[in-house]
C-alpha cells in the first residue's frame, strides 16, 4: 500500500515551488532606467565632418562590387533590383590620391523602379585622428541624380556612441561611361 501525503502538505509545497518560480522571474528585468551620468556621459556635442566617397564600379580594383541582382534588373532603367557590396575609400579631397580619413562599408541596392534611388545601408569606419576606429551608421534612401540628397545617421560606435544625426550627399563626379563617382559628404552628427 503506497502512503499518501495529506492534501494540506501537497498544496504548501505547490505554493512553496510556484512562489520561488515567481521569485525568479522578477529578478531578471528586461529593461532599467538609467541615468546617463552612470554611463560616462557628458554634455552633447555636435560634430561636422567633411569628406569625399569614391565608388568605383570600374578596373582591376572596384570598391563597389555587385553580388545580386533580379530577373529584370539588366532591363530596368534603373537597375532596380541590384545589390552591391562596398568597401569605398572616404578622402580628405576629391583626387583618389588624397589622404584616407576612413571608409564606407556596406551595401547599397537600386530600390527605385523609376527613379534611379538607392537603398543605402553602410557604415563609414574612420581610420584618422581622434575618430580612428569610431564608426558611424547610415541609413537612408539616396536619389542620385538629385542635386543634394539627405541620409540618417542612426548610430554609431567609438567616439560616435549614441550618435544620430544626418548626412548631406552631393555627386562631384560621376563618370556615366563606367559608373565610377566621387560624391562629397557633408555630415552632422549629434554625440556624447
Do not use: W
Amino acid at each position: 500500500m503506497a502512503q499518501t501525503i495529506p492534501k494540506c502538505k501537497n498544496v504548501i509545497f505547490t505554493l512553496l515551488i510556484f512562489s520561488s518560480l515567481l521569485l525568479q522571474t522578477q529578478s531578471h528585468k528586461f529593461a532599467n532606467k538609467l541615468s546617463p551620468k552612470s554611463l560616462g556621459f557628458k554634455k552633447e556635442k555636435l560634430t561636422h565632418l567633411h569628406f569625399y566617397f569614391h565608388d568605383i564600379v570600374s578596373g582591376d580594383h572596384p570598391t563597389a562590387v555587385r553580388v545580386a541582382e533580379a530577373s529584370m534588373t539588366n532591363t530596368s532603367s534603373t537597375f532596380f533590383g541590384a545589390l552591391v557590396v562596398i568597401d569605398d575609400p572616404l578622402t580628405m579631397g576629391p583626387e583618389p590620391t588624397s589622404k584616407i580619413v576612413g571608409r564606407a562599408q556596406g551595401i547599397y541596392a537600386s530600390a527605385g523602379l523609376t527613379e534611379a534611388r538607392l537603398l543605402m545601408t553602410l557604415n563609414y569606419v574612420f581610420s584618422e585622428g581622434k575618430y580612428n576606429g569610431s564608426t558611424l551608421s547610415i541609413l537612408g534612401s539616396n536619389s542620385v541624380f538629385s542635386k543634394v540628397r539627405e541620409m540618417s545617421i542612426v548610430g554609431g560606435s567609438g567616439l560616435f556612441r549614441f550618435a544620430r544625426g544626418y548626412a548631406l550627399a552631393k555627386t562631384h563626379f560621376f563618370n556615366l561611361s563606367n559608373g565610377d563617382a566621387v560624391v562629397e559628404y557633408d555630415v552632422y552628427v549629434l554625440h556624447y
